[in-house]
């Protein structure tokens, strides 16, 4: 097959116009909010830890080692912020860049399968796609995990459909290698050798063939292997000479319950078989607009042996087993199969685009979705504002009702008039400015004005402002968030240590010097303490992520008293929601 044409001018004006539309829109925000539950904090508290202490290869969370995830994303946090020295903007960055990458390996892939059009609209499908766009404005290791996947199956597609091309298949495979030590499911992009080699079997035209080339296929297994033994090798080396058992622990943590272990026997996030189907069809909005007239075109490649469409098709459909077989499952993690769902329908948009039904639907949807908008903010402004207070106090905006409320207004103006001015005829293009609307609201206005009751900025600075300047504070069942951003000294009495442990650790703790620390300790912990804690004299903090905070200082807590070592904390503390 032979190489795309150059971009001409005109192709080149559209793609960096593509580039820069994304880098507005996933950037939007960076800079307004701090990190948020459930994973922003713990990574953030982690990668600071790291690039505090200097310990790169066992990190920790507290006083104590944290091993539910390899180190790919706590390094490159660090190396973020030691280049912009700011951790608001610098948490974001990994996200930010990952998902700019993945608009343009999809691009390039879908240019050099086909043209510079499929490939564009296919990176647009990406980008606009719900689930890809909340993603790669939030702190988690999912928009990288998705990045080197892509990578991954970049390379490998140049070199099975394209190929021989060695070089693109042995940085595929390195790229999967770089997956498996990000989060431990980089090793799926391999998955696209199982249709490659069916495709080849039976005789396809347009896949690779190669002769006498057995030792260029290994070296893609060496490509593959390099970072995991570069990296786990030199934690396990690091671990036998320092012969710590914590270190040993961790070790086995990581690389046993955390990978193999979590998959065999998922012990969160239970859900039924069908649970994917959902996110297929709604959280990969608009994308998912376009499956009735895929279908159909795809079943006709399939008969056609078409394998620019297949492979990726088929990879997806393997990426779904796979993660429908275990009990534990979490939206997100089909996430890496989207890049490429949307490559296999590159060859269709241009067709796709132009049907009526879609530009109707699309139409419709941005109409509706603006109508829906005004009507709620109307509704809340009306006779039911007793309600909408109500529901905004579930939530702890309260004090932003009208800010709130206003920009649901706005964001429902924005999708009805994009429908009213481009009207039906470009009713794809009013759908897709309603959400860029949207995404720009949530990122510019609504994160900044919830970021205080999101990310435990307020309930921190109140704690500090309750227990002096110069007090210590001791944690005793706290969240990353509060670690992460506490004011003034503090420390912690470990994180997956049961409840009464931590207060029998902070008892100690603060007998030793009454005057000058203080215990910030959760509510639900607090009354697990039983007669342990004199609650009259306990002084209330606030409430953030839906808990509620108190200060106890040596009158709160009765001397000598042990409190009973209950069989769990009431939460899965060591439990990561990812």
């Not at 070790?251 to 189907?277: C, I, K």
């Not at 297929?280 to 394998?307: G, I, K």
């Amino acid at each position: 097959m032979p190489d795309p044409l150059p971009l001409t001018a005109h192709e080149r004006r559209e793609l960096w116009w593509f580039v820069l539309f994304a880098l507005v829109l996933v950037a939007a925000g960076i800079g307004l909010r701090d990190p948020w539950p459930a994973d922003e904090p713990r990574f953030v508290l982690v990668a600071r830890q790291m690039f505090e202490s200097g310990q790169w290869l066992f990190p920790q969370r507290g006083i104590e080692l944290y091993s539910d995830k390899p180190p790919v994303m706590f390094w490159l946090l660090a190396a973020g912020y030691a280049l912009v020295r700011n951790w608001r903007i610098a948490f974001l960055l990994p996200s930010l860049l990952a998902s700019l990458a993945t608009l343009v390996l999809v691009w390039d892939l879908g240019r050099r399968l086909w043209n510079h059009r499929a490939g564009l609209y296919s990176a647009l499908a990406v980008l606009f796609a719900f689930q890809f766009m909340y993603q790669a404005k939030r702190a988690q290791i999912d928009p990288l995990v998705v990045c080197w996947i892509t990578l991954a199956n970049w390379g490998l597609l140049l070199h099975l459909l394209r190929g021989p091309n060695w070089r693109a298949w042995w940085l595929g495979c390195c790229a999967a290698g770089i997956g498996v030590i990000t989060k431990g499911v980089g090793f799926l992009a391999l998955l696209m050798l199982l249709p490659y080699a069916w495709a080849r079997l039976r005789g396809w035209d347009g896949v690779t063939r190669t002769q006498d080339a057995a030792w260029r296929w290994a070296l893609g297994a060496l490509a593959f292997l390099a970072p995991i033994l570069a990296w786990g090798g030199a934690v396990l080396l690091a671990a036998k000479v320092s012969g710590s058992a914590a270190h040993a622990a961790y070790v086995d943590d990581l690389f046993l319950r955390q990978t193999a272990g979590r998959y065999a026997a998922s012990w969160t996030h239970v859900q039924p078989a069908w649970y994917f189907l959902p996110v297929l069809l709604f959280h990969w909005l608009p994308m998912s607009l376009a499956y009735p007239a895929a279908l159909p075109r795809w079943w006709r490649a399939w008969r056609e042996r078409e394998p620019r469409v297949v492979l990726p098709l088929a990879w997806s459909l393997l990426v779904l087993v796979f993660f429908s077989i275990p009990a534990g499952k979490r939206d997100v993690y089909l996430l890496p199969a989207l890049p490429m769902v949307a490559l296999a329908l590159a060859p269709y948009w241009d067709a796709i685009l132009r049907a009526r039904w879609l530009r109707l639907t699309a139409f419709w949807m941005a109409l509706l979705t603006g109508l829906a908008c005004i009507g709620v903010a109307a509704w809340a402004w009306g006779d039911h504002a007793g309600a909408a207070q109500a529901w905004l106090q579930r939530r702890e905006l309260a004090d932003h009702a009208q800010a709130v409320w206003a920009l649901v207004l706005l964001v429902g103006i924005g999708f009805a008039l994009a429908a009213v001015l481009l009207r039906p005829r470009r009713g794809v293009a009013a759908l897709l400015a309603g959400m860029s609307v949207l995404w720009l609201a949530w990122s510019l206005v609504a994160q900044p004005l919830v970021n205080d009751a999101s990310s435990a900025a307020a309930l921190m600075r109140q704690a500090r402002a309750l227990a002096g300047p110069d007090v210590e504070l001791g944690l005793v069942a706290w969240k990353e968030q509060n670690l992460l951003m506490a004011q003034g000294p503090v420390r912690d009495f470990g994180f997956r240590a049961p409840w009464p442990l931590q207060f029998e650790r902070a008892s100690a703790w603060l007998a030793q010097a009454p005057a000058q620390r203080r215990i910030f300790i959760l509510q639900d912990a607090l009354q697990r303490m039983g007669d342990c804690i004199d609650a009259s004299h306990a002084q209330y903090v606030g409430r953030a992520n839906r808990r509620e905070w108190w200060l106890l200082g040596a009158d709160a807590v009765v001397r000598g008293c042990v409190p009973a070592q209950a069989a769990g904390n009431g939460e899965a503390a060591g439990d990561d929601d990812d």
